[in-house]
């Protein structure tokens, strides 16, 4: 591995998402972006995202925003009905619930309008249909060629869209966006873990506890989790911008910030990242493990979050013609979205806590978007498009959103 140096360490860190997406937003304020930001309008989004925070769990005992909830549609527990079916001690249970959430994270990108998935007779649609999906695909052993519940890089490696079609129970009148880049994932995650002996012990996603035990011991921040999330996971992604042979990941260049992939023109966002971050903690601490300071990772720059700001009016395309196109998550049009996202999250986040009662250690943004964006974002969707698509239209290919 190489030596990790300053602006690499930066740009995998959440003070650099803050700060350099405090620059966009800055920019938007001073009118050179695709967007205006509507300051009125936001008083209206935080009475709307508590109400939300109530109706969902009225007695405020929120969970983390992560890829667990998705586990539970219908009423139905699965991934705590497995956990109690296993019978093995707390780091191998906590292996084996990490080799679950981190495949399943890499097959959460949006699926699309059209497609659900079937359940014994129930169908689940978006991301609590893949949330299912992927969890039966899991346990149906497809990610491992070990007996056991696990996933493991020879599996991994060999994962086709052939495979990803017939357990998300594709066909043509089934269609899931972005089923190449799911499976170019996991193949991916395979080649990564493999390549990492001294990381992953066993070949496993899961020994990024092991990891984490080894190099920071039984306590240790959320930056510091995330930093080894981006550090050692980071060559799963797409081939995008590298420093020293290192990828950074979900770093995009502006052009109004720097010459292109200049150090300065870089906007880290780790949306996927923050996400898996996110959806590490909770099996990481049953297994006795400290996980602090979970308030200083960022919100999650995706289209929920993102689509609430823009339906309520807080964020406005200058050209209302760009509506009506699809965009490439490449494209500064989505760049400044989703770094204007993060920014008003954080804004939404302060009062949203003024308004509960509570400080941000006690109520950190994962609750915040597990309670009330997310949430708000998709019932404001529904209401605005029968699909209950996003405001802005994009291209995905299943690797950023």
Request: proline share 4%.
């Amino acid at each position: 591995m190489n030596k990790v140096n300053d602006e690499i360490k930066f740009l995998l860190s959440p003070s650099a998402i803050r700060e350099r997406t405090q620059k966009i937003y800055q920019l938007a304020q001073d009118g050179k972006t695709h967007f205006k930001i509507n300051h009125d309008k936001l008083a209206e989004v935080t009475p709307f995202v508590v109400s939300v925070i109530k109706e969902n769990y009225p007695d405020l005992q929120i969970p983390f925003h992560s890829r667990w909830g998705h586990f539970k549609p219908g009423g139905i527990d699965r991934a705590a009905i497995l956990k109690n079916e296993m019978n093995t001690d707390k780091l191998e249970t906590a292996r084996t619930m990490l080799d679950l959430v981190i495949t399943s994270v890499l097959l959460d990108a949006g699926a699309g309008a059209q497609w659900k998935y079937d359940e014994d007779g129930k169908t689940y649609n978006r991301s609590e249909g893949l949330g299912v999906a992927s969890f039966h695909m899991f346990t149906s052993g497809a990610f491992t060629k070990n007996a056991g519940l696990r996933a493991d890089a020879d599996a991994l490696k060999e994962i086709t869209d052939k495979d990803i079609e017939k357990h998300f129970q594709v066909s043509e009148t089934n269609p899931l966006v972005g089923v190449s880049g799911r499976a170019n994932l996991l193949k991916a995650l395979g080649e990564c873990v493999a390549s990492k002996p001294s990381v992953f012990k066993d070949a496993r996603p899961g020994n990024i506890i092991d990891h984490m035990l080894d190099n920071y011991g039984t306590s240790f921040k959320a930056s510091d989790l995330l930093f080894e999330v981006l550090l050692q996971f980071g060559d799963i992604w797409p081939a995008r911008i590298k420093r020293d042979g290192i990828s950074l990941g979900d770093v995009w260049s502006h052009s109004l910030l720097g010459e292109k992939e200049s150090f300065d023109s870089l906007v880290p966002i780790h949306k996927l990242s923050q996400w898996l971050t996110y959806s590490l903690i909770e099996p990481i601490m049953a297994a006795d493990i400290e996980v602090k300071a979970v308030h200083e990772l960022t919100g999650l720059a995706e289209y929920r979050n993102g689509g609430l700001f823009v339906d309520m009016g807080v964020l406005e395309l200058r050209d209302q013609s760009l509506y009506s196109k699809a965009h490439k998550p490449s494209g500064e049009l989505i760049l400044e979205w989703r770094s204007l996202t993060i920014q008003l999250l954080d804004q939404v986040a302060k009062e949203v806590q003024r308004e509960l009662g509570f400080s941000e250690e006690d109520f950190p943004l994962a609750k915040v978007l597990e309670g009330g964006t997310w949430w708000a974002g998709r019932k404001i969707a529904a209401q605005k498009r029968s699909d209950s698509s996003p405001p802005i239209k994009i291209e995905s290919d299943g690797t950023v959103f």
